[in-house]
């Protein structure tokens, strides 16, 4: 069972997501490590099937696997996808020495050959990041594509989209060559460590509950989910415990862009990670939001909760943490649609019959939404069901 107001209190702590690899890469409204983790060890045991239809920053992954249980995920966007993989990724000392070395390569080692891929640069990829933070990013991408080893370039990629964000994401001025540099060589190893304690609680859990999880991260809809568990090499139980955060009805959140300059956008991301984005904004977050609480919203919502019951295990669990830009008008309408899906929800209630949920609080978090203004705060609520 889950103690509401402990989960409260973490819900609405000021403490920071940090630990093990989650410092990786800094996804938009994510998950608390130790939220994550006080609902799988409370609603699933070791060797279970932990399940994220919308993985985002791969919170989840990260602690499904470190508390010993299995894991499946999915998302839409391939940069959610490639940090989640990161972020559970055990990465060798062999492999952080190379990158090391590609990252400190001297300066005509890394100006000789050097391209930017033409779709990247044809297709507006790098529309608005400065020119100094490319002379100095594509020279170690092309050394370390010439390295040919897959370790080497899944390590540096990674590295390379920490640093970068922190460059360039929400920033009005780019630091200096320089200071870049120094960074990566900090951020890389920041990854290595995050890897290593992330390895040395896996393997923990492992001796502690006699199981070796296995993790599958998938670059798909939640909608196909289902079929990647049937093809899954090892076979899963279906799942005890199905954690997530969907998109928000009404509310528009920048998932696939980085904001330079103010609110100058570039989807330089998804050059770093060698990936092509997907159709815009709208492609991630269940629609347009400005037309989300019209129908489409809800009928993409009931799509994917009707086949996720397929996958929940009759006695299961599904948390989810979800937001609304007008809760007291849509919250309603959401929960009419989980129970048109198949579902009950369970929450204590007062002695007037009100439901006792748990609402989280997200200081300095500006969302666009679709009631003509942008509020200070956003305001999540904790949604629990089971199916019926």
């Given at each position: ?48 099937l932990v399940v994220d239809p919308f993985l985002g920053g791969g919170t989840s992954a990260v602690e499904a696997l470190s508390t010993g249980r299995n894991f499946l995920g999915c998302d839409i966007n391939p940069i959610a996808v ?89 920033r009005k001025e780019t630091p200096t060559g320089r200071v870049i540099r120094k960074r990566l060589i900090e951020d890389a190893h920041a990854v290595f460590a995050g890897s290593l304690a992330f390895t040395q609680q896996c393997d ?185």
């Amino acid at each position: 069972m889950i103690d509401a107001l402990k989960v409260s209190r973490i819900l609405n702590s000021k403490h920071l997501v940090t630990g093990l690899s989650h410092n990786l890469y800094r996804y938009p409204a994510r998950f608390s490590p130790r939220f994550v983790r006080e609902i799988i060890t409370s609603l699933s045991q070791p060797g279970d099937l932990v399940v994220d239809p919308f993985l985002g920053g791969g919170t989840s992954a990260v602690e499904a696997l470190s508390t010993g249980r299995n894991f499946l995920g999915c998302d839409i966007n391939p940069i959610a996808v490639f940090s989640s993989k990161a972020k559970v990724t055990r990465f060798s000392e062999e492999t952080f020495e190379e990158a090391l070395g590609l990252f400190g390569a001297r300066e005509e080692q890394t100006n000789s050959g050097v391209a930017i891929p033409k779709h990247y640069l044809r297709d507006g990829y790098l529309n608005n990041v400065p020119k100094g933070f490319l002379r100095l990013v594509a020279p170690i991408l092309t050394l370390t594509e010439k390295s040919g080893d897959p370790d080497v370039e899944f390590f540096v990629r990674s590295t390379l989209l920490k640093t970068s964000q922190w460059a360039l994401d929400c920033r009005k001025e780019t630091p200096t060559g320089r200071v870049i540099r120094k960074r990566l060589i900090e951020d890389a190893h920041a990854v290595f460590a995050g890897s290593l304690a992330f390895t040395q609680q896996c393997d923990t859990s492992a001796a502690r509950f006699g199981v070796r999880p296995v993790a599958q991260i998938h670059l798909s809809a939640a909608q196909d989910l289902p079929a990647k568990l049937l093809m899954a090499k090892r076979p899963l139980a279906k799942a005890k415990l199905i954690i997530t955060s969907p998109p928000y009805a009404g509310t528009h959140i920048v998932y696939h862009q980085w904001q330079i300059n103010s609110r100058r956008r570039t989807r330089a991301p998804f050059w770093l990670i060698n990936s092509m984005d997907g159709m815009g904004a709208p492609y991630y977050t269940f629609g347009d939001y400005r037309t989300h609480t019209r129908s489409k919203y809800f009928e993409e919502a009931l799509d994917v909760y009707s086949t996720m019951k397929s996958m929940l295990d009759p006695s299961g669990t599904l948390v989810q943490l979800v937001g609304f830009s007008n809760p007291r008008a849509h919250l309603p309408r959401y929960l009419e649609m989980m129970e048109e899906a198949g579902y009950e929800e369970v929450t204590e209630r007062d002695s007037i019959g009100r439901a006792q949920r748990v609402w989280r609080n997200v200081p300095n978090r500006r969302w666009y939404n679709n009631t003509g203004s942008s509020p200070a705060n956003g305001r999540e609520v904790m949604l629990i069901h089971r199916p019926v």
